[in-house]
């Protein structure tokens, strides 16, 4: 079993940043791939950043050059930073990780963006 531990979210003006970190723990044998989704009121869930087992990092175009994605291979942890926060960022974070054909979600942690 495994388990996603998210931290880091919280209330920021825009303009402003914060740093999102995510820990996997339990029965884990490698990294696998991590990332984010971010999930907004009415809307569905969506990819953020996700970085893989081997470095490679894919983005979503509206947080491109906003946010940066990385990851300590060894805790099994990933981080997300986010500068240059908008309202529309405003949404519930999931960590998100999956290796061997198995996913797993954190609990979600709200980040609220004000204008």
């Known amino acids: 079993q495994v388990q996603l531990v998210e931290s880091g979210g919280g209330l920021v003006q825009a303009g402003g940043s914060l740093r999102l970190s995510c820990a996997a723990s339990?029965?884990?044998?490698?990294?696998?791939?991590m990332g984010w989704y971010r999930q907004a009121p009415g809307k569905q869930r969506e990819l953020v950043a996700v970085v893989t087992s081997g470095g490679s990092i894919t983005y979503a175009d509206s947080v491109k050059g906003r946010f940066t994605i990385s990851r300590d291979s060894a805790l099994f942890t990933v981080y997300l930073q986010m500068n240059s926060l908008k309202p529309e960022d405003t949404a519930v974070y999931y960590c998100?990780?999956?290796?061997?054909?198995?996913?797993?979600w954190g609990q979600g942690t709200q980040v609220t963006v004000s204008s």
């Open positions: 339990g029965s884990i044998f490698s990294f696998g791939t």
């Open positions: 998100y990780r999956v290796a061997f054909g198995r996913d797993n």
